[in-house]
């Protein structure tokens, strides 16, 4: 074996895992690339170390890894390229993977014949991919530092909550169930051509109050549940930089949210499921449950640029596992019932937000493309291809729900539970991420918001309550605490600086008006 070192493997390893994070350090945080780092480089580590035995040749060896990292890490950017070249090349637009895998599949072999076919030892080749792999992941680790070391704490000035006269003498379980990008019944029948009325029935009929002029406050997920769990405006939880791009400070706020910490208090336990989502899984919860083969979302993202992420049978697809978790979480929620009571659950579930996963008979199916959440304009594909994923999705959220609700109220027979079924956001087929004026404020901020409420004389709810007031009006009615209601404001905010709210709510009930290029607003 050749005595020169080789760790460029090894750093090339590292690279993708680094270079990943970088991207995404502002939803990301420094616990979440040991154990992925860990397995590629300890995967490079190994074969490295049998190549080289087996080809008694250290340089050959560790080129041909690299060749083979290169190429098996840029699989999922390089399918974006081919599906984009498929409108010129029909063998790309039918076949994407099969002509990717191919196409790779072909550059591996070449490479390989010419490595270990040449005299050449590589000494000077391996310097410079030495050299090269360390400039490179310091250059990531570098860009990923200034984003993390950036970071500052926000002091928080939400309310303590202090109990009153409870009104029931058991306390009840409460469910707090998040169906992601659910729109209103309205925005569902204007935009999508669907009518989920039965659905509505069925909850009425259950008992649930459906408040029918809903809207969310914040068009962003985070923004939306950080503020409906501290009771308030994330502007007035915080001092933020409006010019920050960093989205974990308010993953903080989250994760010490107002509510688990009040009923954690008076001796609830806190239950939740995990989402796949960094930033909305709960780190410290009484109950966490999770699917057996949950990936963590920072393991996800690498595994999505693999071939790994596209291969049926051998390798499980995350379409696979999204859907998986999706069916987990709402087959769960009416079992929680054989835990010891009082219990808070928090279910957030990933539907009917992209990515669509169901056909039109509710059976799986997938598109040929990278997995992604992204929404809004950052979707991948046409306006009618999200018309019909949305409709088709959540068609089959509509069915479990029903399933679910039925299930937890039969079981809670004896001591009925409160139940809040809320969308954080509406859907995106015209939200631009960067344009408040390519936006269909209505469309985005209208959701659906329903209460089941045992035990009260009068229902404290109204038609357009939004969710920055439902606890304050659960802990009033409830737990004897003396919250006045917010106004029910509307914000838009850009994708890009999360702390820059604009007021939108005498926009709500606007028409769409598709805009000119020359009337785009964009925000600071």
């Known amino acids: 074996?050749?005595?020169?070192?080789?760790?460029?493997?090894?750093?090339?390893?590292?690279?993708?895992?680094?270079?990943?994070?970088?991207?995404?350090?502002?939803?990301?945080?420094?616990?979440?690339?040991?154990?992925?780092?860990?397995?590629?480089?300890?995967?490079?580590?190994?074969?490295?170390?049998?190549?080289?035995?087996?080809?008694?040749?250290?340089?050959?060896?560790?080129?041909?890894?690299?060749?083979?990292?290169?190429?098996?890490?840029?699989?999922?950017?390089?399918?974006?390229?081919?599906?984009?070249?498929?409108?010129?090349?029909?063998?790309?637009?039918?076949?994407?993977?099969?002509?990717?895998?191919?196409?790779?599949?072909?550059?591996?072999?070449?490479?390989?014949?010419?490595?270990?076919?040449?005299?050449?030892?590589?000494?000077?080749?391996?310097?410079?991919?030495?050299?090269?792999?360390?400039i490179l992941v310091l250059i990531?680790?570098?860009?990923?530092?200034?984003?993390?070391?950036?970071?500052?704490?926000?002091?928080?000035?939400?309310p303590t909550i202090t109990v009153g006269d409870m009104l029931l003498e058991e306390p009840p379980d409460v469910y707090y169930i998040i169906l992601d990008g659910y729109g209103r019944h309205d925005v569902l029948g204007e935009i999508y051509d669907y009518d989920?009325?039965?659905?509505?029935?069925?909850?009425?009929?259950?008992?649930?109050?459906?408040?029918?002029?809903?809207?969310?406050?914040?068009?962003?997920?985070?923004?939306?549940?950080?503020?409906?769990l501290n009771l308030n405006y994330i502007d007035s939880l915080g001092m933020f930089d409006r010019t920050s791009v960093d989205r974990v400070p308010l993953a903080d706020l989250y994760q010490t949210n107002a509510v688990f910490e009040f009923f954690q208090s008076i001796g609830y336990r806190i239950v939740t499921f995990s989402t796949g989502y960094r930033l909305s899984d709960f780190t410290d919860p009484d109950?966490?449950?999770?699917?057996?083969?949950?990936?963590?979302?920072?393991?996800?993202?690498?595994?999505?640029?693999?071939?790994?992420?596209?291969?049926?049978?051998?390798?499980?697809?995350?379409?696979?596992?999204?859907?998986?978790?999706?069916?987990?979480?709402?087959?769960?929620?009416?079992?929680?019932?054989?835990?010891?009571?009082?219990?808070?659950?928090?279910?957030?579930?990933?539907?009917?937000?992209?990515?669509?996963?169901?056909?039109?008979?509710?059976?799986?199916?997938?598109?040929?493309?990278?997995?992604?959440?992204?929404?809004?304009?950052?979707?991948?594909?046409?306006?009618?291809e999200y018309l019909t994923g949305y409709r088709n999705q959540i068609?089959?959220?509509?069915?479990?729900?029903?399933?679910?609700?039925?299930?937890?109220?039969a079981r809670h027979k004896d001591k009925p539970p409160i139940i809040i079924v809320q969308g954080d956001h509406g859907p995106g087929s015209r939200l631009h991420w960067n344009s408040l004026a390519k936006t269909y404020v209505k469309e985005r901020l209208g959701i659906l918001n329903a209460y089941y409420l045992p035990g009260l004389d009068s229902l404290p709810i109204y038609t357009n309550i939004s969710p920055v007031n439902t606890f304050r009006v659960i802990l009033n009615s409830y737990f004897g605490t003396d919250y006045e209601l917010l106004s029910d404001n509307a914000y838009y905010v850009v994708w890009a600086f999360p702390y820059q709210f604009q007021d939108v709510t005498d926009r709500l009930d606007l028409p769409y008006t598709p805009p000119l290029d020359s009337a785009d607003i964009l925000l600071e």
């Open 140 to 158: 990531q680790i570098g860009s990923a530092g200034y984003a993390t070391m950036g970071r500052s704490s926000v002091e928080l000035t939400r």
């Open 1 to 134: 074996m050749k005595k020169y070192l080789v760790p460029h493997p090894l750093l090339f390893g590292l690279l993708p895992v680094a270079f990943l994070f970088a991207q995404n350090a502002d939803q990301m945080r420094l616990i979440d690339i040991p154990a992925t780092a860990g397995v590629v480089v300890g995967a490079a580590l190994v074969a490295t170390v049998l190549l080289s035995l087996l080809f008694k040749n250290s340089g050959k060896a560790g080129l041909l890894v690299t060749v083979t990292i290169a190429l098996f890490f840029s699989y999922g950017h390089l399918l974006e390229v081919v599906i984009d070249l498929g409108d010129t090349i029909s063998q790309f637009e039918k076949w994407p993977h099969t002509s990717l895998m191919w196409i790779l599949g072909v550059v591996w072999l070449i490479a390989s014949y010419r490595i270990f076919r040449s005299k050449n030892e590589f000494p000077r080749l391996t310097q410079l991919l030495n050299y090269l792999g360390v």
């Open 287 to 384: 109950v966490n449950l999770a699917p057996k083969s949950d990936l963590s979302e920072f393991a996800a993202l690498v595994y999505s640029t693999t071939p790994l992420a596209y291969v049926r049978g051998s390798f499980e697809s995350r379409y696979n596992r999204e859907r998986d978790r999706i069916r987990f979480i709402f087959s769960k929620l009416p079992k929680i019932t054989e835990a010891p009571s009082p219990f808070f659950v928090f279910a957030h579930i990933l539907a009917p937000h992209p990515p669509f996963m169901f056909d039109e008979n509710g059976n799986d199916f997938q598109l040929e493309r990278a997995f992604t959440h992204g929404d809004g304009h950052h979707y991948i594909g046409s306006t009618e």
């Open 196 to 228: 989920n009325s039965a659905t509505l029935d069925h909850l009425r009929e259950k008992g649930f109050f459906v408040a029918d002029s809903a809207h969310s406050n914040y068009p962003q997920t985070l923004l939306s549940l950080t503020s409906s």
């Open 395 to 409: 068609r089959v959220v509509d069915s479990l729900l029903i399933e679910t609700i039925d299930s937890i109220l």
